[in-house]
């Protein structure tokens, strides 16, 4: 529910009344470098214990040691491993912070270059500075929580540094809050509720279909994969279109807020952790609204795609065929196949305003873990849109890799009474790539009649971290491709 508030100072490290102060360790052929700014005695004294401690300067490395010559209580060295960039330095500094919990206030005093440099330390210190009380009582007073309070001492001039650094910091921790909720509390309506209230006073028109209106305008994958709920579909379209915008970027987020499988119910084991399936949805939201904070001039629409996935006896069975938006019909053979159904719903409404490009962001499938573990997220798609997704990815630091489109395997999608069916039953291959080649029967065409550019993001694997924390990163939602397709719309904003 939190990220620390952020500073810079021109003032001597030494001087900061923080509790901890941190400094950085390169890796190198030659042992260990500090890579610090301060006074020369504290960094004298900080050299000499190093091999004491057994420094190594490795990534995710945190080591605390106290000196005696007056300055903070206490030093923490970060490992930066052997490169200095700005994707290692965002990651010590969220490593840092993440692991020197139960401190009210933190400082950096590491040697930067440049702008990019010191932006990289804001925005991976608050996103290492996450945390999420909003359910403990108990237990919170003994919960360690990261710092609040973080000041990076630089000579650097980087007058943008604390607004990106926070925006992108604040997109990821409305993420993270949305799908750390219970289901019992985050469902359909209150997610739509929530994006409402995200985008009051920002320059953002929202719209919400209820699930009269879905069926009325022919929305009949989400209407069919909320059907089987006591807690109606919505979809939720956000529109931020400042004066000037010469491209429109359009995205479409997955929000399943809790998904049993359906009639083809899931077992236990598998159900636990589908409150993350509304990720996506969460996703679009989040970077929208950071895109009006920054106030590119980039039109965007977020498409929020929202039903519940359960079973009852209005639930839509195998073999119901359903009407999508625009009047393809899908046979649905896998009620637990549900996701593309909403997508493609938003991916038709997408296409018909004509954006310069449609990306879906989902959680959309076990085969995408299975294929790129929990670091990776797969896309695919158009080849040039798939290549800036690539770079924007890789500018920002997150681990995004392509994926390919066998035509092949459309003939596994034919149906005997529909258009398409969602699902091959029984077979195991290729997962994450039929159901993109599913979801790229619903991409519409411009005016004239070429296939408006898309691509499809399956975060799957991580979006949710089960392991152990690593970098900014800790247990629970990671918030991964926010911060590359805020990239991409800047990119979109440019000439």
């Known amino acids: 529910m939190t990220v620390p508030t952020l500073s810079l100072s021109t003032k001597s490290a030494v001087d900061s009344p923080a509790a901890i102060l941190i400094v950085a360790a390169q890796q190198t052929d030659d042992g260990v470098r500090l890579i610090e700014t301060g006074s020369d005695t504290l960094m004298a004294a900080i050299t000499a214990q190093l091999p004491l401690l057994g420094v190594t300067g490795a990534r995710d490395e945190v080591v605390r040691l106290v000196t005696d010559d007056g300055s903070p209580r206490a030093i923490a060295i970060v490992g930066l491993g052997r490169t200095v960039d700005t994707d290692a330095l965002r990651h010590a500094a969220g490593s840092a912070v993440r692991q020197l919990t139960g401190v009210g206030a933190v400082a950096f005093a590491i040697s930067l270059t440049d702008a990019d440099q010191v932006e990289a330390v804001l925005e991976g210190a608050a996103l290492g500075g996450y945390s999420y009380t909003a359910y403990r009582q108990s237990s919170l007073a003994a919960a360690k929580l990261p710092a609040s309070s973080v000041v990076v001492h630089t000579g650097v001039a980087a007058p943008n540094a604390i607004a990106r650094a926070s925006a992108s910091a604040e997109a990821i921790r409305l993420v993270k809050d949305l799908v750390n909720m219970p289901p019992l509390d985050l469902y359909p309506a209150s997610l739509a509720d929530a994006a409402v209230e995200a985008a009051t006073g920002l320059p953002i028109d929202v719209t919400v279909w209820d699930e009269q209106q879905l069926a009325a305008d022919g929305f009949g994958g989400i209407a069919g994969v909320g059907a089987g709920s006591t807690r109606p579909p919505r979809l939720v379209k956000l ?78 069975r195998p073999n119901d065929v359903l009407r999508m938006r625009g009047g393809r ?77 066998p035509d092949e395997l459309r003939a596994t999608l034919n149906s005997d009474v529909a258009d398409i069916a969602n699902a091959k039953i029984g077979s195991t291959t290729g997962g994450m790539l039929l159901a993109g080649v599913f979801l790229r029967e619903f991409i519409g065409t411009d005016v004239s009649g070429t296939t408006i550019p898309w691509a499809h993001l399956d975060i799957a694997g991580p979006a949710q971290n089960s392991g152990a924390g690593w970098g900014f990163t800790a247990a629970g939602p990671t918030g991964v491709s926010v911060r590359a397709l805020l990239r991409l719309a800047e990119d979109f904003s440019r000439p």
């Open 239 to 316: 529109s931020y279109t400042p004066a000037g915008a010469d491209k429109h970027l359009a995205l479409v987020g997955k929000g399943i807020t809790f998904d049993t499988g359906g009639l083809s119910l899931k077992p236990p084991a598998s159900m636990v952790g589908m409150k993350y399936d509304m990720t996506g949805a969460a996703t679009v939201l989040a970077v929208v609204l950071a895109a009006a904070r920054r106030e590119l001039p980039v039109r965007i629409t977020a498409w929020m795609c929202v039903a519940e996935n359960m079973p009852s006896g209005s639930a839509i």
């Open 329 to 405: 019909t899908v046979e649905v053979l896998n009620t637990d196949a549900e996701g593309r159904l909403v997508l493609a719903d938003g991916l038709v409404a997408a296409a018909e305003e004509q954006p310069d490009a449609i990306i879906d962001v989902a959680t959309l499938t076990g085969a995408a873990v299975v294929a790129l573990g929990t670091r990776y997220f797969g896309t695919m798609g158009d080849d040039a849109l798939v290549q800036r997704v690539l770079a924007a990815s890789a500018a920002v630091g997150e681990a995004a890799w392509p994926m390919p489109f």
